[in-house]
């Protein structure tokens, strides 16, 4: 007798393989009639969620690439373990490729394995420009993108002005008007990421929307770290009228905020408050207040419409706008590092 495969769910209840992964994962993306239907499926055809790692067909490399910058990256480490689950789960295996230089990524989206080596694509935060979609569509392999943009490619991202006018306007709210912002540089960006540029948007239309100056001694840009973090941020404590609050590109940046803080003595938040953004996992034990994106769930959906893709010949189930360009919320996440200037 031949084995149930998650390709036989989807096939009864007529969906994709992706939604089938999301009702497995218990996601919340699913509406109740289709999760209905395929639980449905399931009981009908005596699928077990064990059988899930097994192929879904034959023919099929049963490999997924995934090209990622920095993926040591604390915010990229997590959205690497979303796609993981869903794709191990699946039964595909992952193909990792790094990304830290222009060269190396020009490299690996021109050399990107055909269609019989691998039977999708993940890019992370690196938007692929018109000629390396077509060749994407020319080697016929389904990508995805993470935290990045093209028309043509079904996106998952969030909305990096809006996320950093949250973080900027819950200090205003709080009554802060000298605010500060820690970020990578702008003109010294090789890679393009996108949320770069724009979470400095937010921070000055923020600024601008409350009728509060632009300081340009408060925005302090360099090369991402902690370390590099503190160092700007000792500059902005040495100002003849330092900043009450900062709001830095990322948790990790943020980190870098906090150190200097503490070795300079200013207590946080009574003497300086601190936001960050991602929110990732270890942000609750310094009890950074942040402003929270899914990266874990960014992963797993961007896996998910994968799944789709490769399962209906490149476009997600259903091919329509909400289905092509995913924009997942953020959320502000208050801790004990922002409070009232004293």
């Known amino acids: 007798m031949a084995t149930v495969t998650i390709r036989d769910v989807a096939k009864r209840a007529g969906v994709g393989v992706g939604t089938v992964s999301r009702v497995l994962n218990e996601s919340r993306l699913v509406s109740e009639d289709t999760r209905s239907r395929v639980l449905t499926a399931i009981a009908e055809l005596d699928y077990a969620p064990s059988a899930v790692a097994r192929r879904l067909s034959r023919g099929k490399a049963m490999a997924v690439a995934v090209i990622a910058p920095f993926f040591t990256r604390r915010s990229y480490v997590e959205r690497l373990q979303g796609i993981e689950y869903?794709?191990?789960?699946?039964?595909?295996?992952?193909?990792?490729?790094?990304?830290?230089?222009?060269?190396?990524?020009?490299?690996?989206?021109?050399?990107?394995?055909?269609?019989?080596?691998?039977?999708?694509?993940?890019?992370?935060?690196?938007?692929?420009?018109?000629?390396?979609?077509?060749?994407?569509?020319?080697?016929?392999?389904?990508?995805?993108?993470?935290?990045?943009?093209?028309?043509?490619?079904?996106?998952?991202?969030?909305?990096?002005?809006?996320?950093?006018?949250?973080?900027?306007?819950?200090?205003?709210?709080?009554?802060?008007?000298?605010?500060?912002?820690?970020?990578?540089?702008?003109?010294?960006?090789?890679?393009?990421?996108?949320?770069?540029?724009?979470?400095?948007?937010?921070?000055?239309?923020?600024?601008?929307?409350?009728g509060i100056p632009f300081r340009p001694e408060y925005h302090r840009q360099g090369k991402y770290g902690w370390r590099e973090a503190r160092s700007m941020t000792y500059e902005l404590l040495d100002l003849p009228e330092p900043p009450t609050a900062v709001f830095a590109y990322s948790d990790t940046m943020a980190f870098g905020v906090l150190e200097a803080a503490q070795q300079r003595g200013v207590d946080v938040p009574g003497g300086l408050s601190v936001i960050g953004f991602d929110d990732v996992e270890i942000a609750q034990y310094f009890r950074l207040t942040t402003v929270r994106q899914g990266l874990y769930q960014s992963g797993t959906r961007g896996a998910e419409i994968l799944l789709d893709c490769m399962d209906t010949d490149g476009s997600p189930e259903g091919d329509e706008p909400s289905s092509r360009h995913t924009v997942l919320p953020t959320e502000l996440v208050r801790r004990s590092t922002t409070a009232p200037p004293a």
Not at 100 to 119: F, I, Q
Not at 122 to 142: G, N, T, Y
Not at 149 to 172: E, K, R
Request: with cysteine; aromatic share 6%.
């Open 86 to 210: 869903v794709l191990s789960s699946a039964g595909y295996d992952l193909i990792l490729y790094n990304i830290e230089t222009v060269a190396r990524r020009d490299e690996c989206l021109r050399s990107v394995p055909r269609g019989e080596r691998l039977d999708g694509l993940l890019i992370i935060s690196l938007a692929p420009d018109d000629s390396e979609v077509e060749r994407f569509a020319a080697q016929e392999v389904p990508a995805v993108l993470i935290d990045a943009y093209h028309p043509a490619l079904p996106t998952v991202q969030i909305d990096d002005v809006a996320g950093a006018q949250t973080a900027v306007n819950h200090l205003i709210d709080l009554g802060h008007r000298r605010i500060a912002y820690i970020g990578e540089t702008l003109d010294q960006n090789p890679l393009r990421f996108q949320p770069i540029g724009d979470r400095y948007r937010g921070y000055r239309l923020s600024l601008e929307q409350a």
